[in-house]
């Protein structure tokens, strides 16, 4: 049984950019509301805060990611407080709604990648 997705999450927020086009002109977007969605890859507990790394799938009219298809790249989504990653596991479908903050550069391998960057407002995962 599918959950009940908030309308915080249903709802698409204005000008709601593409991960390429934040990749493309970051400054320029940062503050900008965003509904994006995807697969977990790793989820980072900190001090103060936790980071979502997730791979972007495409989102249905509901807000779902798509378990598969292709994808603009990654981006975190970064928490206040703490995550549980048995809550949130690698390979789990994830929605998040919140402001574009300055990009994160951080390795994925040996490759440097700069991540664009969510504050959150609003997760929902299936």
Same mark, same amino acid.
């Given at each position: 049984?599918? =959950?009940?997705?908030?309308?915080?999450?249903?709802?698409?927020?204005?000008?709601?950019?593409?991960?390429?086009?934040?990749?493309?002109?970051?400054?320029?977007?940062?503050?900008?509301?965003?509904?994006?969605?995807?697969?977990?890859?790793?989820?980072?507990?900190?001090a103060?805060?936790?980071?979502?790394?997730?791979?972007?799938?495409? *989102?249905?009219r509901?807000?779902?990611?798509?378990?598969?298809?292709?994808?603009?790249?990654?981006?975190?989504?970064?928490?206040?407080?703490?995550?549980?990653?048995? $809550?949130?596991?690698?390979?789990?479908?994830?929605? $998040?709604?919140?402001? *574009?903050?300055?990009?994160?550069?951080?390795?994925?391998?040996d490759?440097?990648?700069?991540?664009?960057?969510?504050?959150?407002? =609003?997760?929902? =995962?299936?």
């Open positions: 049984m599918a =959950s009940t997705i908030p309308s915080v999450i249903r709802n698409v927020p204005p000008g709601n950019p593409a991960l390429g086009e934040v990749r493309t002109d970051p400054s320029r977007l940062i503050g900008a509301r965003v509904r994006w969605g995807g697969t977990i890859v790793a989820v980072e507990n900190h103060w805060e936790s980071w979502i790394e997730i791979v972007v799938r495409h *989102l249905d509901d807000g779902r990611p798509q378990e598969s298809g292709a994808s603009e790249g990654r981006f975190l989504a970064r928490i206040d407080g703490f995550v549980d990653p048995v $809550v949130y596991t690698e390979g789990q479908l994830l929605t $998040v709604v919140g402001a *574009l903050e300055e990009p994160v550069t951080r390795l994925i391998g490759f440097s990648y700069a991540f664009p960057t969510t504050s959150r407002k =609003s997760l929902h =995962s299936e």
